[in-house]
């Protein structure tokens, strides 16, 4: 069952992305704070349902022994979500989208298990194939801006600080995806229930907190009722999320490159809904995405 939730995942996250370029306001200072915001509250609401409608409780034990991932994974987010800011700073570079061929290395390396030589085939097309498509995003993003003749700060092109949001989002989600990998999947530290609310329900501090900073200290505007496509990014997020932890309950190794393909998802979409023209070469990585993940769904009924 994990390939299908993995799936399940990707198409989740890719729609959620679609709708975080569609909320992102390069002129709002604190637009990944709202964000934020609406993730964390669709969450919490998200949380409260699970529990009343399974009958269960969170322990508060729960919530602590899961912080190390949950830090991780949001902390991760949110600089990716400040990052859709500046587009010249291109979240969607190669380097973040390593992030799953990362958590397989770090997963192998330090719990060694027997992986078919076409999982390990699959795992390398599907990197290979959403760098690919970061690169090429990257590319027309820079050949936009050309055009436009936009004014950049150059800090923003070429400085360390330039590489370091890409960087520090792989670096953080890999880990975040690697510690998920031993709670759920190696050493099974938590169960899946349990980890799925601890994650919510500390989103949902971390929205409310930012929330009283915009609000109250900033004083600056956010109706969360009036936020129907950061809303909608917040829901398909946590869709991804509901089905993320039991994708990584098994097999974690194969699904966290898997579940890193997700913009291709986005890409397809974008095309669609955004109208944004996508080259030969688009589609020629889009295909390779869609071959390595089916060459892992083989490997999965063999």
């Known amino acids: 069952m994990w390939f299908l939730f993995a799936l399940l995942t990707t198409l989740s996250w890719g729609i959620a ?8 306001d390069s002129k709002d200072p604190h637009s990944h704070l709202k964000i934020g915001v609406m993730v964390g509250l669709v969450m919490g609401i998200h949380g409260t349902l699970y529990m009343l409608i399974k009958g269960i409780t969170l322990a508060p ?6 912080l190390p991932v949950s830090a991780l994974y949001i902390l991760s987010m949110l600089i990716g979500y400040f990052g859709l800011r500046y587009i010249e700073l ?13 958590t397989a290395i770090l997963l192998y390396i330090f719990f060694p298990q027997p992986v078919g030589w076409i999982n390990v085939f699959g795992i390398i097309v599907i990197t290979l194939g959403v760098t690919g498509l970061a690169v ?15 004014e950049i700060d150059p800090k923003y092109q070429l400085s360390v600080l330039a590489i370091t949001f ?7 989600d890999a880990l975040g995806t690697f510690a998920d990998g031993i709670y759920l999947d190696e050493l099974n530290l938590i169960s899946e229930d349990a980890a799925l609310l601890a994650y919510e329900f500390t989103w ?9 900073y915009i609000r109250f200290i900033k004083q600056d505007r956010f109706n969360v009722f009036k936020q129907p496509t950061r809303a909608s990014a917040a829901i398909f997020e946590t869709a991804g999320q509901f089905f993320y932890v039991y994708a990584m309950t ?9 579940i890193a393909s997700y913009s ?27 071959i390595g993940i089916a060459l892992l769904g083989i490997a999965d009924e063999l």
């Not at 501090?205 to 929330?211: F, K, T």
């Not at 291709?264 to 688009?282: A, G, N």
């Open 264 to 290: 291709v998802v986005s890409v397809i979409l974008s095309r669609i809904f955004l109208k944004e023209k996508l080259s030969t070469q688009h589609y020629i990585f889009v295909v390779i995405v869609l």
């Open 90 to 102: 291109s979240i969607s570079s190669p380097v973040q989208n390593s992030s799953g061929a990362i």
């Open 166 to 172: 890409p960087i520090l989002y792989a670096l953080f």
């Open 250 to 258: 098994d097999r974690a190794i194969i699904a966290a490159p898997l």
């Open 136 to 150: 090429l995003e990257k590319r027309a993003q820079t050949e936009v801006l050309k055009l436009e003749k936009a």
């Open 204 to 212: 949902l501090i971390i929205a409310v907190v930012s929330y009283i």
């Open 61 to 66: 034990m729960d919530l602590l022994k899961y």
């Open 17 to 24: 992305d679609l709708f975080y370029k569609k909320g992102s």
